[in-house]
């Protein structure tokens, strides 16, 4: 009997800002492959990451969890394997789970509730890249620094494109597997790359699909250090941003190497959906197409992510599953911890489940069925990691984004009439009212004091874990997969021929012999 529940293809780039993309109103930026399928299905004009740092936002959003709940402060913050993940609920649901590429996962357990895992993870994952916000004058060598701007340009290849080569190539494999195996379960795979992550380096044949005098510079240009807040300031000292004379080309250059990265991901996901199809599962699958936090990209004069501002926090959501859910955009703020309340929606047919812990999520089934919701959706942010003072904290409702951190950030804009982002209301007498709601909203959610301490406690052990664990017989933490090349391909343990039966996809079915032939040499031990 086929289950009649949908398989589920979540594919997740790193470091994709939404206004990059031209199903978001990009002009320069070629990905005709999402923009077909953008057309096809269901946009979210503003999704939000939960932290705009990779680990902390893909931690929430498996977890559907934010980032301070779950303690994944930082990119060296442990992820707790008592903690349930999509993966978890879909595979006690019945669902194959597999995961193809990055994730990030800090600690022991690499798995999560992924039944398989194709590769081994591009990041580190333990505790080396632990912050220290007792000593913020500490520039730590994994800082970004602007090298990747100012080397930005044409090459041969590069570690992301050897991972990202292997993730798409294993998570292919992978779909046809599943497809010759012809089993009625139904899977939920993510298939996570790291492009268009710096650096901003890429091939000629993506390179030379854009003319330099077609790359933009952004829309706000580097602001003067007056202008600039508090945590804007910290970051810009953090990756010495003075470090270089950086000209009007070098921004151009790294620009034109993001770009070039969003069609190389273009064509990635093409890839992919070329293998769902060939596979048989086009039909009976829903494709997600998001990414963990954006890129400021120059804007503002910033690089990377770490701040709430739209560059950064804001990210793509597309859904596309034409014979499920009509075309439409959605303009309801959402986020990334909702995506496994809608998973588990998809998974029970609407059932739900009892949750093993809180979820901040909820589910997208609604908006993606076009209903409307009477009272305003707000999506909510934390970063808590390397650079910040203390914990900076984001709310979005309707047209209003607020960011608040002690000691000195506070900033407040109005998404409709200034989507850039260059006018700060706190100090509008006429917003004093909007402006207090927010302030009581921080306070009551959040106890930032007691946030900062746990942030600073949990740095202090894994400083010390870190130094114990490189003394002596060092054990990796890091993922290895299991590859028995003994039994791949061709081998004398299995029958030629019917090797190739099973391998062949679709299968074929010889005509019936003429006449029974007896096979006289038998395998070794038969």
Known sequence: MTDPR??????????????????????????????????????????????????????????????????AYDNAA???????????????????????????????????GFEERLTTDIYPSDFAWTPDWEHPERILEWYHTMESVVTAGVCETSVDLDFDEEVVFHASRKLFDLARRGAAQPFCMVVSLGHPHD????????????????????????????????????????????????????IRDARHGYYAALSYVDDKVAQLMQTLQA??????????????????LGERGLWYKMHFYEWSARVPLLVYAPGRYAPRRVTTPVSLVDLLPTLVDWATQGEGIRWADHVDGHSLTPLLRGETQAAPRAVYGEYLAEIAAGPLVMIRRGPHKYIFGEPDVELLFDLDSDPHEQHNL??????????????????????LAA???????????????????????????????????????IRNTKELWELYKQARFPSVEPPAPQRKVERHVKLPGK
């Open 78 to 112: 442990e992820f707790a394997a008592a903690i349930p993940t999509f993966a978890h609920y879909l595979r006690l649901l019945g669902y194959h789970t597999v995961l193809s590429g990055k994730m990030h996962f800090v600690g022991p357990d690499q798995l999560h």
């Open 426 to 447: 706190t100090g509008v007498a006429s917003l004093s009212g909007l402006l207090e709601s927010f302030r009581n909203e921080v306070r009551a959610r959040w106890d």
């Open 279 to 296: 596979a048989g599962f086009a039909e009976n699958t829903i494709v997600l197409f998001t990414s963990d936090h954006g890129d400021m």
């Open 451 to 489: 946030l900062r301490e746990s942030v600073i406690a949990s740095q202090r052990r894994r400083h010390l874990v870190a130094a114990a664990l490189m003394k002596g017989r060092i054990t990796p933490w890091d993922f290895q997969p299991y590859i028995d090349a003994s039994q791949q391909y």
């Open 199 to 250: 650096p901003y380096i890429m091939p000629r044949a993506y390179w030379d699909r854009y003319r330099d005098d077609e790359i933009e510079p952004p829309t706000v240009g580097a602001l003067t250090w007056e202008q600039h807040d508090a945590h804007s300031r910290r970051l810009l000292e953090a990756f010495a941003h003075d470090e270089y004379a950086i000209t009007a080309q070098h």
């Open 6 to 71: 949908p398989n589920i293809l979540l594919i997740q780039a790193d470091q994709v800002a939404a206004a990059a993309l031209p199903f978001y109103g990009h002009r320069t930026v070629k990905t005709p492959h999402l923009a077909e399928m953008a057309a096809q299905g269901v946009v979210f004009e503003n999704a939000y990451c939960n932290s705009p740092l990779c680990s902390p936002s893909r931690f929430s959003m498996m977890s559907g969890q934010m980032p301070s709940r779950i303690a």
